[in-house]
């Protein structure tokens, strides 16, 4: 279908496009890759009479070093983050994570800050953040403020940013030596979005896993940290057994509901499955 | 609502319109300027029949608005052959190896090709099906476009 006609403004600077966002009212949106909205404007499941096209705002670009963290522009492309050398250094999680959203044509205009501000429980990118402890850069008529990626997503579709507020950056914390980091998505079609995913970072010294962060996709209204398997992998053994005690946790504390491709109940067995492997890939057993 | 005046090169040609803001890139291609050759399968961004590139990588053109194409160039099926007898190697390898049954996928096939041998000149099966998930064929069950697509890397000096 076509789109209920709308307004269109490209702003320059996040400055204009915050002031530009102020004008429309209530019914002013923001488009960066418009991956997710496009669809959303076509269906007429939205109506928004302004669109702020942020995509060529030059200061939301780029991925630089940041010194423990890196940088991540929200205007980053899921194709740029995927292929990006300090991503792959020092966040190989993301890097891994991108090159499974979507689709080839779809990560070339989807950015990273569209995929976190729509706030899907399905995404991928969300629970990365979220395992990673990154932190969010938002920009709105009263400044800069930074979210934790853990008050960042609130519910079904819905982030902690104001109507009026810019996601800007991501900070992602760089991990260390002696971490490693696998993300197990569980779908049943091409470009289809995650059933359950896994996102899953240990830390090993010798044969023990010292420190794990585990969180998880679509078992819930937002991506939730599976903070049970992470107290459980502390300190337990590098080994497949452990890892699969662990693991049998991960339903824990998670609300998932059940839709066309899946149970709430077959939901929770993947939650358990996923991590397992998820924690045995990253930990090398 | 106001039209918006944009420039957009489309197969090396510049058009200077003015389109309506909710003007998606694939209807401007086809309405405002008539480039039928790409078309449109779907209303929600999965079928890929619409593929384009746009400065230099594939996109889905129903899924960009004509207004954010300005000032970028989109090259699309109708773009690749060299003169009216000299196919692109993708093309070809279509032909030959039947990588078509009714042709509607064709045309975003073709592109997502395009895009996909020119990051990987040497895809494996896997790479190739990976490559191409974006886009649908109710016909050919892919087993032939997937072998258009090593046959066209072989023209194309890729496969060794
Ligand atoms: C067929 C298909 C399959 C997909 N599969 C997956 C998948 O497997 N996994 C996955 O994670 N995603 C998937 N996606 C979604 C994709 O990742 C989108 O790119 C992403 O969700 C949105 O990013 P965008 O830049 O395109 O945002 P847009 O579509 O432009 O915007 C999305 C929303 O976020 C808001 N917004 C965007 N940027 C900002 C910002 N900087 N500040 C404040 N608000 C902002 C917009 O107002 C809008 O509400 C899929 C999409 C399609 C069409
Ligand atoms: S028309 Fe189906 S993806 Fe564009
Ligand atoms: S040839 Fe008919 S849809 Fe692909």
Redesign the pocket.
Known sequence: MIPIAFDYVRPGTVDEAISALAAAGEDG???????????VLRLRMAAPTTLVD?GSIAE?KGITDGGDHLVVG??AT?YEVMNDALVKQHAPLLAQAAG????PA?RH???F???L??A?P????PTVALALDATMVAKGPNGTREIAAKDFFVDYFTSA?EPE????AVKVPKLGDGWSTHYEKF?RTA????TVGVAAAVKRQNGTITEARVALTNMGPSPVRASSVEAALAGAAATTDAIAAAAANAADGTRPTSDLHASAEFREHLAKVLTKRAVAQAAGV | MTHIPISVTVDGTVYDVEVEPRRLLVHFLREDIGRVGTVVGCD???CGACTVLLDGKSVKSC?VLAVQADGHAVLTVQGLAEGEHKWHPVQEAFKECHGLQCGYCTPGMVMAAVDLLQENPNPSEEEIREGLEGNLCRCTGYHNIVKSVEYAAELMGGKS
């Open positions: 949106k923001v488009i960066s890759g418009g991956q997710s909205l496009m669809p942020i939301m929200a205007n899921h499974t959203v979507a689709d779809i205009r989807g950015t800050g569209g995929s501000a729509h899907d399905a995404g991928d990118l940013l507020e810019i996601l800007v779908n470009q289809a979005w995650a | 929600t961004s999965n899924s």
